[in-house]
Every structure is written in C-alpha cells, then in structure tokens.
C-alpha cells in the first residue's frame, strides 16, 4: 500500500524533504510581516512565494481509497509549554540517541519506551510537537473550523509527517484545558511542570479515519515534502477555551490556503 500511494501522489508533486528549522527573519500574521509578505522577507523564504506544493490547502474533492492505518503509540509526558509568539507549544521529549537506534524502513521498530510515536506508511516517526492555530488553516469544502491542532512528527530520515486535528466549538474539552492552564502569558515564556503530565493521544478523535496529501509546512521555510494526515472527524472544545486561546496568543494564527496545483487529497475509508 505505502509504494502504490507514494507513487501516485509522486506522479504530482515532486518531493524535497527538509527539516523545519527555526526561521532567521522576522515573520507573523499580521502587517508587513505576515504570510503575504513571507516570500520576501529573506532568501531562506522564498519557497513560501514559489512553491508549488505548500500548505495549508482547502479540501473539496478527495479520491476515498483504502489507506493504511495510522498507529499511535503516544505516552504521557510532562508539560513543557512554550509562547513563541506564533503559537502555544508543546515540546515533547526525545530519548537520547534515539535517532542511531532508528531501524531501515521495514523493520521492526526499536526506540525507547518513554517515545511518543506514530507507525505510518510502515515507517515510525517521533512527535517532536504539538501545536494549534485559530481558527483553522486547513479548510472542508472552504470552511474553517475553530481551531486545528498539528502533531509534527519525524522519522530516521529527517522526512516530516504532521497529523492535523480539527476542533470545533461544542462542548468543555478537559485535557485541552490542562494544556491552556499551563500555557504561558509572554511571548517567549516557558512552563515546565514535571508533577503533571498531557498524552496528545486524548486530543484525537476516536474515528482515525483521514485525509492525506504531499504539502508543506505552514509557517516560514515553508519546506515541502511534508505528508499530512488531517483527521476525518474534529474533537470538541468550548466558546471559552477557544476565546481564551486566542487571548493567550494575542492574535489569530493562520497562513490562509493555498494553490492545489496538480495534487491531490485521498481520503481514507471509515473504519
């Protein structure tokens, strides 16, 4: 399954893998820095003008086919929360040296226990992170959701894989709260709390049915090569959590969608 998806998707975009690394210029959402500006503000930037494969993108016509299933192996880890000023985040810890242990694509897997990680494709990926926008930069047949969360994964290749959860207005998410009660209030703020800890896997939905494409990272580089994998169903938060997010950041956080060009989305059958 993994060759025959990668080679269709292939067909359409011709994937460059790069790690996302902390970006030199000043970037944001707003004014003569934000995302219509990104392209420009730096040659390492470029890719955010000329790309032809970049995220984030309005799904309005997928091709439903059968499509592996995700395996999430997520554990519980302590807070460690950080106000970038672009978004709130959430670092997740990595074993040390866990990258030499990594085996060839195919075999079986062999990390330490206290890793979060995801098998996709029959390759594993470390979470590195988590993090959310308000309101959603992917969009369902051009709406927006309220808020979307992005897992950002990594495997022994340094190739990226993000799973994306949409979260719509509803009801009181509690573990979500955990996270926003730890959230930092200054820009470039840290909270670190060893006593309590957040599992992302109580932040999925119970569906793990998704959408998936060839894309990019949403923020500066813009590196492409990034598969997606957005969750067919949201979770729920409530009107205050999301109202307190955004009072928490300051600002919406949003790249708004951009060009499909030749791609395409599959949509994997329910299960």
């Known amino acids: 399954m993994r060759s025959m998806v990668l080679a269709l998707m292939m067909v359409f ?34 890719l955010c003008n000329t790309g032809m494969a970049q995220s984030p993108i309005d799904m309005v016509s997928t091709h439903l086919i059968e499509l592996d299933d995700i395996k999430f192996s ?26 030499s242990r990594y085996p060839q694509h195919g075999q079986t897997a062999n990390h330490f226990s206290n890793d979060s990680t995801i098998t996709f494709d029959g390759d594993l990926y470390l979470l590195e992170q988590f ?19 992005h897992l950002v994964h990594h495997n022994a290749r340094h190739e990226s894989a993000v799973i994306a959860v949409f979260m719509k207005e509803g009801k009181h998410n509690q573990v979500f709260q955990e996270f926003l009660d730890h959230a930092p209030t200054q820009v470039g703020g840290v909270i670190d709390d060893h006593e309590h800890t ?34 067919h169903d949201p979770i729920e938060i409530s009107t205050e959590q999301i109202r307190q997010f955004t009072r928490l950041l300051g600002h919406t956080n949003i790249r708004p969608t951009q060009p499909l060009h030749k791609r395409f989305v599959l949509e994997s059958k329910p299960n």
């Open 13 to 46: 975009v011709g994937v460059s893998v790069h790690a996302e690394k902390s970006a030199v210029a000043d970037w944001g959402y707003q004014g003569k820095s934000g995302p219509e500006h990104w392209g420009s503000l730096g040659a390492s930037f470029s």
């Open 74 to 99: 997520y554990v519980d880890a302590p807070f460690h929360v950080i106000n970038n000023g672009h978004t709130l985040e959430e670092i997740e810890p990595i074993s040390p040296m866990v990258n």
């Open 131 to 149: 993090h959310f926008h308000t309101p959603s930069e992917h969009t369902l047949n051009h709406q927006h959701f309220a808020m979307e969360m």
């Open 198 to 231: 957040l599992n992302p896997k109580h932040l999925l939905p119970k569906n793990h049915s998704y959408y998936r494409y060839f894309g990019s990272f949403t923020t500066p580089p813009c590196s492409e090569g990034v598969i997606w994998a957005i969750m």
